[in-house]
């Protein structure tokens, strides 16, 4: 069984920055790309970003390229999310999500997701 915890959100001003923690169980922690997601209300789940096994790729959906950044330490089992010039339209729960196999970009290619963190950039 491997779990993932998320921390670090928050109620932020536009403009202001977080930074949001996952910590995953299993020793096999470093075998897989991690992901982070986000969804709003009424809205369905979008990707936000993914680091490959190594930390020595990343990749960013366009909404988020420039402001936020994607990070991971395999010794603390830990894939991290900073968020900065947060903006209204940020505001969502933040998961992140084990990659099993599949696109990036999709969701069904993540095998185990967190509860999710709540974001919420006031303006």
């Known amino acids: 069984q491997v779990l993932l915890v998320e921390s670090g959100g928050g109620l932020v001003q536009a403009g202001g920055s977080l930074r949001l923690s996952c910590a995953g169980s299993g020793r096999t922690f470093s075998s897989y790309a991690m992901g982070w997601f986000r969804q709003a209300p009424g809205k369905e789940r979008e990707f936000v970003a993914v680091?490959?096994?190594?930390?020595?790729?990343?990749y960013y959906a366009d909404s988020v390229k420039g402001r936020f950044t994607i990070s991971r330490d395999n010794a603390k089992n830990t894939v991290y999310l900073q968020l900065n010039s947060l903006k209204p339209e940020d505001t969502a729960v933040y998961y992140c999500?084990?990659?099993?196999?599949?696109?990036?970009?999709?969701?069904?290619?993540?095998?185990?997701w967190g509860q999710g963190t709540q974001v919420t950039v006031s303006s």
């Open positions: 999500a084990r990659h099993g196999s599949g696109s990036y970009y999709n969701t069904g290619a993540y095998d185990y």
């Open positions: 680091i490959n096994r190594s930390g020595g790729y990343t």
